[in-house]
Antibody, heavy 120, light 113 residues
Framework: EVQLLESGGGLVQPGGSLRLSCAASGFTFSTYAMSWVRQAPGKGLEWVSAISGRDGGTYYTDSVKGRFTISRDNSKNTLYLQMDSLRAEDTAVYYC?????????????WGQGTLVTVSS | DIVMTQSPDSLAVSLGERATISCKSSQSVLYSSNNKNYLAWYQQKPGQPPKLLLYWASTRKSGVPDRFSGSGSGTDFTLTISSLQAEDVAVYYCQQYCCTPRTFGQGTKVEIK
């Protein structure tokens, strides 16, 4: 059974940094693409970033390019999201999601999420 | 970016009745090379993460009740709940996964009438 457990969220001041982690288990992590999706309080889902399992290629939505960095450590079965220059509008629950099907990255499993609050 | 627009924003349906949600994309999400629509549907209940219901527009994920079905191609898609159950109260999202950024619709809230 796929299990994803996010951690690293918290309260940070505008301009600050946080690193989110997503510990994965129950599947061959290195072969799966992975994503981060966020949800601002009371709002809908917003895709943030993804990383390929095969070649480590990375993808970002425009609003986080240059500020967020997605990475993975296949030896630790862990996905990361380094978030720098945080803004109030980055406040959200951040979910990690897995993509078993390499031909189409629909999110077949999700973690419970970790809350990031950017506020002074 | 591909814009995904769902309608309605919310709907109330009686138990046992049909619920229908529309999702339109600003560009086609059909790849001619494999004739697949890169469109997924998710269900999110309050306080829970989203859950995948359907992918490739109409393929039901294992374990998802068969009252959930998806249809459509190109830019117009539909999620149908054939006989609404109390446990189906949730917000439903469509998502295109053909192109970066992999955008979601704004969500449709389904309630019991």
């Amino acid at each position: 059974e796929v299990q994803l457990l996010e951690s690293g969220g918290g309260l940070v001041q505008p301009g600050g940094s946080l690193r989110l982690s997503c510990a994965a288990s129950g599947f061959t992590f290195s072969t799966y693409a992975m994503s981060w999706v966020r949800q601002a309080p009371g709002k809908g889902l917003e895709w943030v970033s993804a990383i390929s399992g095969r070649d480590g290629g990375t993808y970002y939505t425009d609003s986080v390019k240059g500020r967020f960095t997605i990475s993975r450590d296949n030896s630790k079965n862990t996905l990361y999201l380094q978030m720098d220059s945080l803004r109030a509008e980055d406040t959200a629950v951040y979910y990690c999601a897995s993509h078993e099907d390499s031909s189409g990255w629909y999110a077949d499993s999700w973690g419970q999420g970790t809350l990031v609050t950017v506020s002074s | 970016d591909i814009v995904m627009t769902q309608s309605p924003d919310s709907l109330a349906v009686s138990l046992g009745e049909r619920a229908t949600i529309s999702c339109k994309s600003s560009q086609s999400v059909l790849y001619s090379s494999n004739n697949k629509n890169y469109l997924a549907w998710y269900q999110q209940k309050p306080g829970q993460p989203p859950k995948l219901l359907l992918y490739w527009a109409s393929t039901r994920k294992s374990g998802v009740p068969d009252r959930f079905s998806g249809s459509g191609s190109g830019t117009d898609f539909t999620l149908t709940i054939s006989s609404l159950q109390a446990e189906d109260v949730a917000v439903y999202y469509c998502q295109q996964y053909c192109c970066t950024p992999r955008t979601f619709g704004q969500g449709t809230k389904v309630e019991i009438k």
